[in-house]
Nanobody, 125 residues
């Protein structure tokens, strides 16, 4: 059973930056593509970014391209999301997840059914 623990959220002014972290356990982390999703109040959970198991391929939602960067450290079983030039519309609870099957490219991303508690990012205008 995979466990995912997100951290790093907080309150930031528009134009600011944050780095989110997601610590994973319970499976061979390095064999799975990882992704970040977000859910704004009253909206569905949306894909934000993903990174392949081999660290060679990344994918981003159009709304975050050029501002967000996903990366992973397999030695630490951790995936990161660096968020720059934050906008109020980036306000959401951010979640990470792993792909259902190993050795995937990460797009289209097929997450596990289980989710962590998420980390709240609030961007003030």
């Amino acid at each position: 059973q995979v466990q995912l623990v997100e951290s790093g959220g907080g309150l930031v002014q528009a134009g600011g930056s944050l780095r989110l972290s997601c610590a994973a356990s319970g499976r061979t982390f390095s064999s799975y593509a990882m992704g970040w999703f977000r859910q704004a109040p009253g909206k569905e959970r949306d894909f934000v970014a993903s990174i392949s198991w081999s660290n060679g391929n990344t994918h981003y939602a159009d709304s975050v391209k050029g501002r967000f960067t996903i990366s992973r450290d397999n030695a630490k079983n951790t995936v990161y999301l660096r968020m720059n030039s934050l906008k109020p519309e980036d306000t959401a609870v951010y979640y990470c997840n792993a792909e259902r099957v190993p050795y995937g490219l990460g797009f289209p991303f097929q997450p596990l059914d289980a989710w962590g508690q998420g980390t709240l990012v609030t961007v003030s205008s």
